[in-house]
């Protein structure tokens, strides 16, 4: 079971023990990182409670590929890209378990994001998880569980997801294609224990010349030089990361990255991800007060959270640079 999984093993474990002997609970917590599989632990798991074959999850049988394909009426899937989950929502759900399941053995709630409930929201759900409906199980998944309420979190059983190893990454990325030594390293480094960013980024051939340590090191200099800019020319960069905006998410961690770099190379540079370039790193960082690259990281995830929930991009970008330029 779960053997798609790379590297979870400790809670791929415990949830094989709960299912073997019947006692798993009605609400269950993933808490990890981006990217390294806590969604696909979950959906392994709804196959589990409903697969019709002996070895479940088969695969193969008729739920479990209607769960594969999410078309399972019975598996109800909340994902928020970024925006709050409201009561609102929270009392659809409920109203959908107050109904018999149309086909399921067991019927799933799967929450994404489960800490971006409003607190009318979460108290709502915690009714209902307190005494959930019979043959009902919830996974809320999370990568911030400091930001859940404590009721909620309490009445689940967390299963902690750890960052995908980066020899597992590593192996992950051969196997998936052609890939070289160099750009393999270079992309492990950056995901940084997100499997799923990783192997976005391998699918990407036109990444290397952002990857390969040219593009970095231009890219490093850009980022400590943004104050000296004029507007047009932050624009302008602006423009060249919208022009990417199939890559975006890979581009901006790529510049948080860096940016966390010339930090760590002030502070502990055995610690540095992008080893190759631990000389320009040393250089660079010299004009650059800490508090400044913080702040200018912070950008970056206030912008990220922002295209999450569908902002506009372009805007976003530019807001993004332009603050990042004045910090
Ligand atoms: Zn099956």
Redesign the pocket.
């Known amino acids: 079971m779960f053997d798609d999984l790379i590297d979870q093993n400790p809670p791929v474990q415990i949830l094989n023990t709960l299912v073997s002997r019947g006692s798993l609970p009605h609400a269950l917590l993933f808490s990890g990182g981006t990217g390294v599989g806590k969604r696909q632990a979950a959906l392994a798991l709804a ?1 589990t409670l ?4 002996e070895k ?10 209607k769960i594969k394909a999410a078309s399972h009426p019975d598996i109800i899937e909340e994902t928020p890209a970024g925006k709050p989950i409201k009561i609102s929502r929270i009392r659809d759900i409920i109203q959908i378990l107050s109904k018999k399941p149309n086909e399921a053995k067991n019927r799933v709630i799967i929450i994404n994001d489960a800490d971006l409930m409003t607190p009318e929201g979460g108290n709502a759900l915690l009714k209902v998880l307190e005494e959930p409906p019979d043959r009902s199980y919830f996974i809320l998944l999370t990568t911030q569980k400091g930001s859940m309420l404590k009721t909620i979190v309490s009445r689940c059983q967390t299963l902690y997801f750890q960052p995908v190893s980066k020899s597992a990454i590593l192996s992950q990325l051969h196997r998936h294609g052609d890939i070289s030594e160099e750009k393999a390293e270079m992309i492990a480094q950056i995901a940084d224990g997100n499997l799923s960013l990783a192997l976005k980024m391998a699918s990407q051939e036109d990444l290397d010349p952002t990857i390969l340590s040219g593009g970095r090191i231009d890219l490093l200099k850009s980022l400590v030089s943004l104050k000296e800019c004029s507007t047009g020319y932050l624009l302008s960069m602006a423009r060249d990361l919208f022009k990417n905006k199939d890559r975006i998410a890979g581009l901006l961690t790529l510049m948080k990255t860096c940016l966390r770099d010339l930090i760590v190379i002030q502070l502990a540079p055995e610690k540095v991800i992008n080893r190759d370039l631990t000389e320009t790193l040393a250089h660079l960082c010299e004009s650059q007060p800490i508090d400044t690259l913080l702040k200018r990281i912070d950008l970056i995830h206030t912008a990220e959270r922002a295209i999450q929930s569908n902002a506009n991009l372009r805007l976003t970008l530019e807001v993004m640079i332009i603050r990042m330029s004045r910090v």
């Open positions: 196959m409903n697969c019709e074959s479940r999850p088969c695969g193969v049988c008729r739920p479990c590929k």
